[in-house]
């Protein structure tokens, strides 16, 4: 049997299609830093900033004030139900390095009917050296029971929720970067 050729437009096609599909997708990079797109807790102040180690472009920086709270955190907006695919994407990616470890949790929300917040969280550990991580969906599971997470609640998913307790420290400096959707 002979194999007949694929026409070489045809195959290039197949293969920028395939590679699309398979594409991590950019949610914030902070080049162009639209402050509408983020919103964070009182004692949180966001800002973008050029690290002073220019091993990286523009980065969000944050700075948490434990004076009266517990805790801190800031989300990212502009996560719109559907946008957390499951048959695409497989988790976040992010980079970050802070002044301290403050205990960094991950969170993905939806709200239900009642406009309550049901959320589902990864903890992660922030050093102060720059450091990628990668947290799959399947890390992520429901505050209060511990069930994971399901493809129809990521589907919900309207916020992505960067949280900080407090230490020792009266003040956490992290900084974040490239926070992306991981390909499947």
Known sequence: MRLRSIPCTLLIMLVAAATLLSQ??????????????????????????????????????????????????????????????????????FMAKA?????????????????KEIRFIAGVTVSTNWQEFKVPFTALKKEGTGTAITDADLKKAVWITFSVGKKSAP????MIDDLALMAK
């Open 99 to 115: 002044d301290t470890d403050p205990g960094t949790a991950i969170t993905v929300t939806y709200l239900d009917d009642a406009k």
């Open 24 to 93: 991590s997708k950019m949610l914030d990079n902070f080049e162009k830093f639209d402050a509408s797109a983020w919103a964070a807790k009182d004692n949180v102040q966001l800002s973008v900033v050029e690290p002073v180690d220019k091993t990286r472009g523009m980065a969000l920086k944050t700075v948490a004030n434990f004076e009266k709270f517990t805790y801190a955190w800031f989300r990212l907006l502009k996560i719109k139900a559907g946008d957390l695919d499951p048959a695409k994407y497989s988790g976040l990616s």
């Open 171 to 174: 003040m956490v400096r992290m």
